[in-house]
């Protein structure tokens, strides 16, 4: 029998590849989860369980969390990375390291080929076969949910003719959880007018009222949360979470440019991305210079449309690491958030780097940098190129 590697969620498309692969094409399926921090002990206890259950020959769970962090998410923080000013990239930026990981693991056992359960609509198809085509060129791609053409009520059928017991109401709504937010999509979504209801997200309103956070940075990366310390980034971002998902904080809909050309729409919830995000955008706007944070918008876009496009691989990402990366020196200091339900405001900032330094001046109110004249002269030199304009083209424009 072939040996086959298929990345494998616990889903709907990966249940049915590992019956399909195994009963139907008479596979040797290893099923391979790589987790980058979204499941629990319990919940990667589960998948296992099912994975053997459904006729895996051997299953592992791969831990690529602290990749993730260190290639990736600190870069978006750096960055303040949203596709299309919303979402938080939060999918499609585990993708490479998951196919990575993948990878890495059929080759160390040997395996014939790699399989994923990605449908032929979405972006997963090609984030997988490119990273499988480039880092395992001599491997064949095995895609039963694409080739096809399967919606999710035949995949149903299929595993209820098999026997497969499962909660199939649950299975309306595909949700990708992650470290890094979590995305729904569900028939809603399918549409330019319909929304999710309250109860498709993985959290709901707990609390009320209102509830203030301080975030601290290092050198742009979160270090301390309402003055905890913690070394581990990734428990950091874990910790902001669980505070602000108890007001459901961090729900909207991402419409955008597919990589296979067509406008999509999903739902997320990112209470911890989003908050972040904000908050170390804001520190950058007190310690960062007007031109650093132009040009690191320009490079930021770029690179979160890369992540989203699968060319994580392209050389010129760790080039604008390196910028952004330079651009950290001195965004360190506290951001103070207040939360509410479904909303946070972000309230203000301090930090030892604050170019906002009353000692040249109050914005407004007095100047103790430059004189009157000085600002005469200035004006009078700034205006030159439009006075020049102006004056030369004064017959043809007037009116204006």
Not at 265 to 287: N, Q, S, W, Y
């Amino acid at each position: 029998m072939k040996k086959v590697v298929l990345a494998y969620s616990g889903g709907l498309d990966t249940s049915y590849c590992v019956k399909y692969l195994s009963e139907e094409m008479g596979l040797e399926v290893y099923t391979a989860l790589a987790n980058t921090g979204e499941f629990t002990p319990g919940e990667l206890a589960g998948i296992e369980e099912k994975a053997y259950a459904l006729g895996a020959k051997k299953h592992v769970t791969l831990d690529v969390t602290g990749e993730y962090y260190e290639k990736c998410i600190k870069y978006m923080i750096f960055g303040n990375v949203l596709r299309n000013k919303t979402y938080p990239v939060s999918v499609s930026s585990k993708r490479t390291f998951q196919a990575l990981a993948i990878v890495r693991y059929a080759k160390e056992i040997g395996a014939d080929g790699l399989a994923h359960g990605s449908t032929g609509a979405g972006n997963d198809q090609v984030r997988f076969d490119l990273c499988f085509s480039v880092f395992a060129p001599e491997m064949e791609i095995i895609t039963p949910t694409r080739d096809l053409k399967l919606s999710r009520e035949e995949e149903i059928a299929y595993l209820k003719s098999k026997g497969v017991e499962r909660d199939w109401s649950k299975m309306a709504y595909s949700i990708n959880k992650g470290l890094w937010g979590t995305s729904v999509g569900g028939k809603e979504t399918l549409n330019s007018w319909e929304y999710l209801p309250g109860e498709a997200y993985p959290f709901s309103l707990e609390k009320e009222g209102e509830e203030e956070l301080i975030l601290s940075f290092e050198w742009g990366e979160l270090c301390r949360v309402n003055g905890e310390c913690y070394t581990d980034k990734i428990e950091a971002i874990r910790r902001v979470e669980a505070l602000a998902s108890a007001w459901a904080i961090g729900r909207d809909t991402h419409v955008g440019d597919t990589i296979v050309g067509i406008k999509g729409r999903v739902g997320f919830e990112a209470a911890a991305p989003l908050m972040i995000i904000k908050a170390h955008e804001l520190l950058e706007k007190h310690t960062l210079t007007k031109w650093q944070m132009y040009w690191k918008e320009q490079l930021a876009n770029w690179y979160g449309m890369f992540l989203h496009e699968a060319m994580y691989g392209e050389p010129v990402m760790r080039n604008i690491e390196s910028f952004l990366k330079d651009t950290q020196r001195y965004v360190s200091g506290d951001v103070r958030v207040r939360m509410r339900p479904y909303c946070f405001e972000l309230l203000g900032v301090r930090s030892d780097h604050d170019l906002m330094d009353a000692t040249f001046a109050c914005y407004g109110e007095e100047n103790k940098a430059w004189t009157a004249e000085d600002v005469k002269g200035f004006t009078r030199m700034l205006s030159m190129p439009l006075r020049v304009y102006h004056a030369v083209n004064e017959k043809s424009e007037e009116g204006l």
